[in-house]
């Protein structure tokens, strides 16, 4: 059994996308699942997430499975630079600047320096599932975050922002990836 954490976007929240269906396929197979939801868009900033995140920090061992999509893939980021973790799957992720609407509320998470060597030995396994048409996140971010991670991006294609409003309210291939 695994703690698992499946972490929101902006302006997310823990019953959208693919999260209600993939947590109860995660359960269904003996796992904790937590699925926290962050204050979004108001309040939105990386110190108030780390402050939720706080109240499930004895769930948060070496042993979790990290998934985020959109910010809260970046957010892994952030999180790996302070606690380890068995896995991370980062989908539709964030990284640095987006040149759109959303880089504002973004800034305090993506646009900065990350610690790489410390993110890379606190996991050593990563997967990033992007889409060839994504409408917020170009695929040559999520191609400029693979290099720092080592991992190749498994390319969804026609997937857009792999959500919901994408047609995405389950994600087989991505539960096939997840380690029991």
Request: with cysteine; hydrophobic share 40%.
């Amino acid at each position: 059994m695994s703690t698992i954490f499946i972490i929101h976007g902006v302006g997310g929240n823990p019953e959208e996308n693919w999260f209600p269906w993939l947590k109860a396929e995660l359960e269904k197979l003996g796992n904790k699942v937590i699925v926290p939801q962050f204050p979004t868009p108001e309040g939105q900033t990386l110190g108030n997430w780390l402050a939720t995140l706080k109240n499930y920090e004895a769930d948060l061992t070496p042993e979790s499975i990290l998934i985020g999509h959109s910010l809260g893939g970046c957010f892994i980021l952030n999180l790996l630079e302070r606690y380890p973790a068995r896995a991370a799957f980062l989908v539709a992720p964030v990284f640095g600047i987006l040149g759109n609407a959303f880089d504002e509320g973004m800034k305090t998470f993506a646009q900065r320096e990350f610690n790489w060597p410390t993110i890379l030995a606190n996991c050593s396994h990563f997967e990033i599932f992007h889409s060839d048409n994504d409408p917020y996140v170009p695929l040559t971010k999520a191609e400029d975050l693979s290099k720092h991670l080592n991992t190749p991006v498994t390319l969804v294609p026609g997937g857009g922002h792999l959500n919901q409003s994408a047609g995405y309210t389950k994600f087989r291939e991505l539960l096939e990836r997840i380690p029991n």
